[in-house]
T-cell receptor, first 111, second 114 residues
Framework: AQKVTQAQTEISVVEKEDVTLDCVYETRDTTYYLFWYKQPPSGELVFLIRRNSFDEQNEISGRYSWNFQKSTSSFNFTITASQVVDSAVYFCALSEYDMRFGAGTRLTVKP | DAGVIQSPRHEVTEMGQEVTLRCKPISGHNSLFWYRQTMMRGLELLIYFNNNVPIDDSGMPEDRFSAKMPNASFSTLKIQPSEPRDSAVYFC????????????FGQGTRLTVV
């Protein structure tokens, strides 16, 4: 069975700090996909990134970067120089044929 | 594209009443998901349709919940009878295929059962 664990329930940082959100997954499949979504206070779920199990290249998009390591079954998300607008709940998700989410990490960035 | 459209956005109902939530997926998407979000349980997958066929309904909490997808452009999630513990935000999402492609979410329906 697939499972996603986000051990950090809440994180609070001060603006401009770097922050890493952890995601650990479990699956028996060799082909799977990992995602990160953002849920701002307004409540919608916004797609951030997708990774397939055969692509372990890290990715950087502006202040966001993702580190995928199959050896540790982790797909961590780093925000560099955090901003108040980054305050949200961030979800990691795993997809084999459907999509299942972790419990989410609430990030608060204080000015 | 209008995105995934859910209605109503908010629903307040009395315990015991029937509640129907509606979802219009993005045109061309052939997979549809219903999720429930609560503080205690997070985002739970209730049911997953592919090409209008229910593939996995193991997340449906009990027989009071039922979901249908009569065609590619419409799905419903029904709760009958509703109970206060059903209060949650219900999200519908759609994607091109079931796995490997990002799902796009609707704005959600906030259900309150009093």
């Amino acid at each position: 069975a697939q499972k996603v664990t986000q051990a950090q329930t809440e994180i609070s940082v001060v603006e401009k700090e770097d922050v890493t959100l952890d995601c650990v997954y479990e699956t028996r499949d060799t082909t799977y996909y990992l995602f990160w979504y953002k849920q701002p206070p307004s409540g919608e779920l916004v797609f951030l990134i997708r990774r397939n199990s055969f692509d372990e290249q890290n990715e950087i998009s502006g202040r966001y970067s993702w580190n995928f390591q199959k050896s540790t079954s982790s797909f961590n998300f780093t925000i560099t120089a955090s901003q108040v607008v980054d305050s949200a709940v961030y979800f990691c998700a795993l997809s084999e044929y459907d999509m299942r989410f972790g419990a989410g990490t609430r990030l608060t960035v204080k000015p | 594209d209008a995105g995934v459209i859910q209605s109503p956005r908010h629903e307040v109902t009395e315990m015991g009443q029937e509640v129907t939530l509606r979802c219009k997926p993005i045109s061309g998407h052939n997979s549809l998901f219903w999720y429930r979000q609560t503080m205690m349980r997070g985002l739970e997958l209730l049911i997953y349709f592919n090409n209008n066929v229910p593939i996995d309904d193991s997340g449906m909490p009990e027989d009071r919940f039922s979901a249908k997808m009569p065609n590619a452009s419409f799905s419903t999630l029904k709760i009958q009878p509703s109970e206060p513990r059903d209060s949650a935000v219900y999200f519908c999402a759609s994607s091109y295929t079931g796995g490997g492609v990002e799902a796009f979410f609707g704005q959600g329906t906030r259900l309150t059962v009093v």
